[in-house]
C-alpha cells in the first residue's frame, strides 16, 4: 500500500541533544512537508520541500534543520536549540507542492522530554 | 492574507446532524479541504469543494461553500460516536509552495 511512514511514533529526547524524527513515502511525490501540533492547537509549518535537495523554511522553523538528499525521504532533526520541543510531529506530502492536490499525512511522531 | 478560523469545540447527541464552521480570508483560495484527526493520529482527508461549486455531498458528509461571505460548513448526518475527533479545514492559495494554510481544529464530542 502506498503511503507515508512516520517513525518512532514516540521519541524521547534528553537536554542538550539532537533527535532526528523519519518520514517516508513511497507515493512518487514531490512535496514533502513537516508540521509541529501542540495540545488544542492546529498545525503550523516547519518545512517544506518541492523537489529533492531544495527546501524552504515555515513559520517556525528556529531550532530544526531538515534534508531532502532522496525524494522519498525528509527526515526532520529537532536540534538542542529548541527549547521546548515537546510536541506532535506530523509529516506530509503532495503531489507537487504549487498544485490542487491534497496532501496525506502520516501517523505522527510524539515527542517528549526526559 | 492568509488566515482561517473555527470554533475550537462542538458537542451534539449521537443520531442528531453536526455542523462545524470555518471562515477563511484568502479570496482566490481555490480548493478547500476538511481533514478528520482521531487521537494520536495523523490527518485523514475528509472531503473537498472546489470553488466554484456551492455544495458537495458525500454519503453523510455535506460541505456547503458560501464564496461571498468566505464561509464553509461541514454537516455529518446521523453523527455516530466514531466521528468524535477533531476535524480541521484548510484552504489552498493558487500557486503558493505551502499549499495548505489550516485552521485551528473543531474538537467534535458525540454524547450517547
Known amino acids: 500500500d502506498g503511503g507515508i511512514t512516520q517513525s518512532p511514533k514516540y521519541l524521547f529526547r534528553k537536554e542538550g541533544q539532537n533527535v532526528t524524527l523519519s518520514c517516508e513515502q513511497n507515493?512518487?511525490?514531490?512535496?514533502m512537508y513537516w508540521y509541529r501540533q501542540d495540545p488544542g492547537q492546529g498545525l503550523r509549518l516547519i518545512y517544506y520541500?518541492?523537489?529533492?535537495?531544495?527546501?524552504q523554511k515555515g513559520d517556525i522553523a528556529e531550532g530544526y534543520s531538515v534534508s531532502r538528499e532522496k525524494k522519498e525521504s525528509f527526515p526532520l532533526t529537532v536540534t538542542s536549540a529548541q527549547k521546548n520541543p515537546t510536541a506532535f510531529y506530523l509529516c506530509?506530502?503532495?503531489?507537487?507542492?504549487?498544485?490542487?492536490?491534497?496532501?496525506?499525512f502520516g501517523d505522527g511522531t510524539r515527542l517528549s522530554i526526559l | 492574507g492568509e488566515d482561517v478560523e473555527q470554533s475550537l469545540f462542538l458537542s451534539v447527541r449521537e443520531g442528531d446532524s453536526s455542523v462545524i464552521n470555518c471562515t477563511y480570508t484568502?479570496?482566490?483560495?481555490?480548493?478547500l479541504y476538511w481533514y478528520k484527526q482521531e487521537p494520536g493520529a495523523g490527518l485523514q482527508l475528509l472531503t473537498y469543494i472546489f470553488s466554484n461549486m456551492d455544495m458537495k455531498q458525500d454519503q453523510r458528509l455535506t460541505v456547503l461553500l458560501n464564496k461571498k461571505d468566505k464561509h464553509l460548513s461541514l454537516r455529518i448526518a446521523d453523527t455516530q460516536t466514531g466521528d468524535s475527533a477533531i476535524y480541521f479545514c484548510a484552504e489552498i492559495i493558487p500557486g503558493s509552495a505551502r499549499q495548505l494554510t489550516f485552521g485551528s481544529g473543531t474538537q467534535l464530542t458525540v454524547l450517547p
Open positions: 520541500s518541492q523537489i529533492v535537495n531544495d527546501f
Open positions: 484568502d479570496s482566490s483560495s481555490t480548493y
Open positions: 506530509a506530502s503532495s503531489v507537487t507542492g504549487g498544485s490542487n492536490q491534497p496532501q496525506h
Open positions: 507515493l512518487n511525490h514531490d512535496a
